[in-house]
Nanobody, 120 residues
Framework: VQLQASGGGLVEAGGSLRLSCTAS????????MGWYRQPPGKQRELVAT???????NYASSVKGRFTISRDNAKNTLYLQMNSLKPEDTAVYYC???????????????WGQGTQVTVSS
């Protein structure tokens, strides 16, 4: 199973970016998915999560600016980021709790990370 993240880049403060993350391989089902980020010199932190039933949860720092969504038919997770701030600069990672075999419990998988840099 692979999670491939894309959509990062350099943007000015106030701008927007859309991240995507596609899961591929032998997948039986995908449960919750989420975006995490790791700012320079800091620990990885939660950005937003979404359940298989589309219930969402956001870090207070991004609430109202970021929107998480998923397309189950495409096994793809999105993060629409608006009104970006320099403090949003980080490597963004996608995460999926998914099942690869019917007899095996679901497990967490991580994407490779995509850099988002917001200039002031």
């Amino acid at each position: 199973v692979q999670l491939q993240a894309s959509g990062g880049g350099l943007v000015e403060a106030g701008g927007s970016l859309r991240l995507s993350c596609t899961a591929s391989g032998s997948i039986v089902s995908i449960n919750a998915m989420g975006w995490y980020r790791q700012p320079p010199g800091k620990q990885r932190e939660l950005v937003a999560t979404i359940t298989s039933g589309d219930s969402t949860n956001y870090a207070s720092s991004v609430k109202g600016r970021f929107t998480i969504s998923r397309d189950n038919a495409k096994n793809t997770l999105y993060l629409q980021m608006n009104s970006l701030k320099p403090e949003d600069t980080a490597v963004y990672y996608c995460n999926a709790n998914l099942q690869t075999r019917i007899w095996r419990p679901a497990d967490d998988y991580w994407g490779q990370g995509t850099q988002v840099t917001v200039s002031s």
